[in-house]
């Protein structure tokens, strides 16, 4: 496993978000639009968690995002940030908060 800096990792902006709607992208199955509050402000994202997860059921979820990654063009949209999940043996599990806090929070 390669090592970064302190600094390096201060770099990253991780937020808490809530999902406020997320829709199938068509033509995509693996793909997920999700519009999520940051606390300040709404962003699309673009989330390739379509097989693991239903649209209806993401609305209201809180989950963290790298606020400040680039946007990239991806299935013709452009995605505002990343969301954060692990790939275990049970399958895909969304990083979150264990309680409700509120969304735009910075991860310490």
Do not use: C, W
Not at 6 to 20: H, Q, S
Not at 42 to 58: H, S
Not at 96 to 106: F, H, K, N
């Amino acid at each position: 496993m390669a090592e970064i800096s302190y600094m390096d990792f201060k770099k990253m902006d991780l937020r808490v978000a809530v999902i406020k709607t997320a829709e199938h992208i068509e033509g995509y199955s693996k793909l997920l639009k999700l519009i999520i509050d940051l606390g300040v402000e709404e962003r699309t994202l673009v989330a390739g968690i379509a097989l693991q997860y239903k649209a209806e059921d993401l609305p209201g979820k809180r989950i963290i995002v790298v606020a400040n990654l680039e946007p990239k063009a991806i299935a013709g949209l452009t995605s505002q940030g990343m969301l954060l999940a692990v790939l275990g043996k049970d399958g895909l599990s969304l990083l979150a908060p264990d309680r409700e806090v509120e969304a735009g929070l910075r991860v310490e």
